[in-house]
Each structure stands twice: as structure tokens, then as C-alpha cells.
Nanobody, 122 residues
Framework: QAQLVESGGGSVQAGGSLKLSCVAS????MGWFRQAPGKEREGVAA????????VYADAVKGRFTISQDNAKNTVSLQMNSLKLEDTAMYYC???????????????????WGQGTQVTVSS
């Protein structure tokens, strides 16, 4: 059973920044998802093992950046210009199988972290 550990969540004012991190090792694809109360889980960003491919949801393009540090076995999500609507529980996810069709679809991932809360206030 894989163990993914997120960190870096917290509270920030609109326009501020936060950086989330997830400790994981060697998965072909890693993703960040979020779920707000009463809403479905949605894909935010994803990255391939070699960092050659990144995918972003339209809602975060230009504001969020996903990256990985293979030496530290860490995938990070830098979130800038945060908006009220970014408030959610954020989850790190890993896909253990090679090949990917829909990087922002939750069903493509088979391992999940416990989540870290991000709260953006006005």
C-alpha cells in the first residue's frame, strides 16, 4: 500500500500564495486534486515521472505550478494569486501504471493522500 503524505496547506488571504508538497516515490504520474464542500473532486494539475508533461485545469492555469524533485521524492504545487474559490481540501494522487489518458481524472489514479486543507479568505 503506497503512502502519500501532503503538507503545506493553511489559511491565506486572497492574492496570496501557498506551496503544497507530497512525498512519494517513482510513480509514472502524480496529480493534485481538490474537493470543496458539496462539490465533486476535481483535478488541478498533473505531472509525468520525467517532468516532461504537465497538465493544468483551466481554473488554475497561469497561477499554479506543479513540479517534482526526484532527489527528494517530492511533488509540489506552487499556488499563487489564490482566489476564494480555491478553498478546498487538496489531495495528492499517484498512478502506478504507465500510460495515461486523462491526467486530471481521479479514476486514473490508484493511490491517494489524506489531504491538506487550503482556505482562502477575503
Amino acid at each position: 500500500q503506497a503512502q502519500l503524505v501532503e503538507s503545506g496547506g493553511g489559511s491565506v488571504q486572497a492574492g496570496g500564495s501557498l506551496k503544497l508538497s507530497c512525498v512519494a516515490s517513482g510513480y509514472p504520474w502524480m496529480g493534485w486534486f481538490r474537493q470543496a464542500p458539496g462539490k465533486e473532486r476535481e483535478g488541478v494539475a498533473a505531472i509525468s515521472l520525467d517532468g516532461g508533461s504537465t497538465v493544468y485545469a483551466d481554473a488554475v492555469k497561469g497561477r499554479f505550478t506543479i513540479s517534482q524533485d526526484n532527489a527528494k521524492n517530492t511533488v509540489s504545487l506552487q499556488m499563487n494569486s489564490l482566489k476564494l474559490e480555491d478553498t478546498a481540501m487538496y489531495y495528492c494522487a499517484a498512478r502506478s501504471r504507465f500510460g495515461m489518458l486523462w491526467p486530471l481524472r481521479a479514476s486514473e489514479y490508484n493511490y491517494w493522500g489524506q489531504g491538506t486543507q487550503v482556505t482562502v479568505s477575503s
